[in-house]
Antibody, heavy 121, light 108 residues
């Protein structure tokens, strides 16, 4: 069974940093691209970032480019999102999502349950 | 960036009725690379449809997708109680992925 478990969310002050993790199991982790998708309270879904199966290619939404970094550790079957210079509008539940392909982001066939990030002073 | 506009924002229907949800793109979605997801409160989204019209594994055949280019539709032929939820479209024709704003299907 495919499972993804996010962690690392919490309360952080504006301008601060946070690192999210997503521990994956039940599939061959180094075969699939992985994504982060977020959802602000009461709002819709927003794709944040993707990384190819090899880790050699990364993709970012304009809203986070230059502030967030996605990476993966195949030895630990874990996906990460390093978030720097956080702003109030980054407040959201962050979902880890498994892609159906390996190279460029497509669509997502499995999702974690999400971790809440709150940016507030 | 391809902007996806979903309509209506809210659809009020009764169980057994037909639901028709629209997703319009600001420019043509290459290869009709469009997916639909269902999300219930407090849960992660679930993939329903990919490539505009292909049902994902385990999705009942009352869910169907259609469309091409800039206009796409998700149809639920007969609403079951568990179908009342929010539905999102997502395009993957460009590597900068985007979602629509969602359509809430609520019980009338």
């Amino acid at each position: 069974e495919v499972q993804m478990l996010e962690s690392g969310g919490g309360l952080v002050q504006p301008g601060g940093s946070l690192r999210l993790s997503c521990a994956a199991s039940g599939f061959t982790f180094n075969t699939y691209a992985m994504n982060w998708v977020r959802q602000a309270p009461g709002k819709g879904l927003e794709w944040v970032s993707a990384i190819s199966a090899s880790g050699g290619s990364t993709y970012y939404a304009d809203s986070v480019k230059g502030r967030f970094t996605i990476y993966r550790d195949t030895s630990k079957n874990t996906l990460y999102l390093q978030m720097n210079n956080l702003r109030a509008d980054d407040t959201a539940v962050y979902f880890c999502a498994k892609d159906v392909r390996g190279v460029i982001p497509y669509y997502f066939d499995s999702w974690g349950q999400g971790t809440l990030v709150t940016v507030s002073s | 960036e391809i902007v996806l506009t979903q309509s209506p924002g809210t659809l009020s229907l009764s169980p057994g009725e037909r639901a028709t949800l629209s997703c319009r793109a600001s420019q043509s979605v290459s290869n009709n690379y469009l997916a639909w997801y269902q999300q219930k409160p407090g849960q992660a989204p679930r993939l329903l449809i990919y490539d505009a019209s292909s049902r994902a594994t385990g999705i009942p055949d009352r869910f169907s997708g259609s469309g091409s280019g800039t206009d796409f539709t998700l149809t639920i032929s007969r609403l079951e109680p568990e179908d009342f939820a929010v539905y999102y479209c997502q395009q993957y024709g460009r590597s900068l992925l985007t979602f629509g704003g969602g359509t809430k299907v609520e019980i009338k």
